[in-house]
């Protein structure tokens, strides 16, 4: 995908894709054979609300004010304190706000004083990432299944390769690692998918009851055509599911850094939950602690013609 001599960087195509940013940039395509000087654009701020009107844009996906807050999913505790979880998960349910800034920064003064890795955390805090939901099973009647936020793609050709990191210990990295097969669901950017997301975000210590609640708490079934194959989800908050198995090389798919895992999958089939009708959605994302919805669009102000500039 990155062969040489010509290397073409599609950035406009790129940013489209993203699912990690909470905004698209849009800007000319890009050629090492090009000397041409690339002429400045002006941005400006796209309301999102064409693409769907029910979205304030770059809003944040909050607990009901009603529930009782727990703490915070997609944080893991240091690899030497970290153990699995046997405490219920309480279902909250979930609403939109509008948006807030940032509620610290790494070198705020509230921060400046913590050491570095915590300082780390809070700059990461400023970036968005896709949430998503692994789901495995292994020779047990028990599936597995995890949410996560370091879902991210590595390559297209000869067949797609996607990557993600998992704490250990985790039961859901032992069914993986055991059955090499898993799927990865991609989840609406909306209230329905955030529920989906922080019921699962715990993992299912409790055993089946957690698959089994699903229906009740979230509105999502889960189901399995085979005795040991890993469940796919079925909801509204569920955009597609992408049937995984894990590589062979390097180092059979699961690469070990400190206290944690890199999982290299590979692209099987891509399922489309529901029967598709949600094409103005987007996937979920979170930042600064909170899931949230795509917003608006930084696109190149009045008066420059679209995909003109740096051209040969």
């Known amino acids: 995908m990155n062969s040489l001599p010509r290397i073409t960087v599609g950035l406009k195509a790129a940013a489209e ?163 090499r097969l898993f799927n990865i669901h991609i989840l609406t950017d909306d209230p329905s998918g955030a529920r989906i997301a922080d019921w699962l975000a715990r993992g299912n210590a409790a055993g089946l009851e957690v698959f089994e609640q699903l229906q009740s708490e979230c509105g999502c079934s889960y189901e399995t055509e085979t005795e040991g194959e890993a469940p796919i989800l079925k909801g509204p908050g569920v955009l597609y599911a992408l049937r995984c198995e894990l590589l062979q090389e390097p180092m059979g798919g699961l690469v070990k850094v400190r206290g944690h895992y890199i999982v290299l999958g590979e692209v099987k089939e891509i399922v489309e939950v529901n029967g598709g009708g949600k094409e103005d959605k987007f996937g979920l994302m979170y930042a600064d602690r909170k899931y949230r919805e795509l917003g608006g669009c930084i696109i190149p102000g009045e008066g420059v013609e679209e995909g003109k500039d740096g051209e040969e």
Do not use: W, Y
């Open 17 to 179: 894709r993203c699912s990690n940013s909470a905004a698209v940039i849009t800007a000319p395509t890009l050629s090492m054979r090009s000397a041409k000087p690339i002429p400045m654009r002006r941005l400006h701020i796209q309301s999102q609300q064409h693409i769907n009107k029910g979205h304030v844009p770059s809003c944040t996906i909050l607990p009901h004010p009603r529930r009782a807050p727990i703490s915070q999913p997609l944080t893991h505790q240091p690899p030497h304190n970290r153990t699995l979880s046997t405490t219920p998960h309480p279902l909250r349910q979930f609403t939109t706000s509008p948006p807030t800034p940032p509620s610290i920064h790494p070198h705020s003064s509230s921060s400046t004083s913590l050491p570095l890795p915590e300082q780390f955390r809070s700059l990461m805090r400023l970036i968005t990432h896709s949430v998503v939901v692994c789901t495995s099973s292994s020779s047990g009647p028990i599936p597995r299944a995890m949410t996560m936020s370091s879902f991210t793609s590595l390559s297209l050709l000869p067949t797609p390769i996607i990557s993600f990191n998992i704490a250990t210990p985790s039961r859901t990295f032992d069914a993986l690692s055991s059955s």
